[in-house]
């Protein structure tokens, strides 16, 4: 069965520095992958996601991912971190590359903005 | 905009209490989910339905059962609640035939957190 590996319950780092949350799953067969994220008393909104296609992938409010399958590996990044970007990231992936009932999530990412 | 409802934010009940957990998505979409979300976990499957009066069980569904009379409402229930019952629960929904489910984006509810006592 699949398996998502967040490296990293916590991670902090300050204003302006590079933010990398590392996600690795377990399949050969290529799955969907997707981040989610998660403030405080909220649900879940999608970053991004891929499926098919182009393996660096832009999502919302500066985030990219690299699809990685050499690597099984979809790790997040921004370039320069925000105070607002504090909050709880979810790798998650579909079992059995798409044609699947199931999304499979990760332990979360909780990240911590330095001022 | 998306929306997709979950009735109540807060409860607390008590250990041997039936408890109703209602989401609903004005999205039309045929594929529902119900998960707990618990501190080290992550997000775990309780049940999901692709379609009305049908569901399946997810990787956690002890416990809990589903029930979905109309495309728009799926509902979450203990059937007698128990400490280790006490989480966050999420709803999500999201459109798509059975064989294309997740390129499609899922859409969750702002989450239900129950205590039980």
């Known amino acids: 069965a699949q398996s998502v590996t967040q490296l990293g319950s916590h991670v902090s780092v300050s204003e302006g520095a590079l933010v990398l949350l590392r996600c690795n799953y377990s399949?050969?067969?290529?799955?969907?992958l997707f981040w989610y994220v998660q403030y405080p008393n909220q649900g879940l909104q999608l970053l991004l996601k891929?499926?098919?296609?182009?393996?660096l992938v832009k999502g919302i409010n500066g985030f990219e991912a690299e699809f990685k399958k050499s690597e099984t590996s979809f790790h997040l990044t921004k370039p320069s971190a925000h105070m607002s970007d504090a909050a709880e990231y979810f790798c998650?992936?579909?079992?059995?590359?798409?044609?699947?009932?199931?999304?499979?999530f990760g332990t979360g990412t909780l990240l911590a903005v330095q001022p | 905009d998306v929306k997709v409802t979950q009735s109540s934010r807060y409860l607390v009940k008590r250990t041997g209490e039936k408890v109703f957990l209602e989401c609903v998505q004005d999205?039309?979409?045929?594929?529902m989910f119900w998960y707990r979300q618990d501190p080290g976990l992550g997000l775990r499957l309780i049940y999901f339905?692709?379609?009305?009066?049908?569901?399946e069980k997810g990787d956690i569904p002890e416990g809990y059962s589903v029930s979905r009379e109309k495309k728009e409402r799926f509902s979450l229930i203990l059937e007698s609640a128990s400490t280790n019952q006490t989480s966050m629960y999420l709803c999500?929904?999201?459109?798509?035939?059975?064989?294309?489910?997740?390129?499609?984006?899922?859409?969750f509810g702002e989450g239900s957190w129950l205590t039980v006592v």
């Open positions: 999500a929904s999201t459109p798509g035939t059975n064989d294309r489910v997740w390129g499609n984006t899922i859409y």
């Open positions: 999205m039309d979409h045929e594929n």
């Open positions: 399949s050969s067969v290529p799955p969907y």
């Open positions: 339905s692709y379609d009305v009066k049908m569901k």
């Open positions: 891929y499926t098919t296609g182009a393996t």
């Open positions: 998650a992936v579909t079992e059995g590359g798409g044609a699947t009932n199931k999304l499979i």
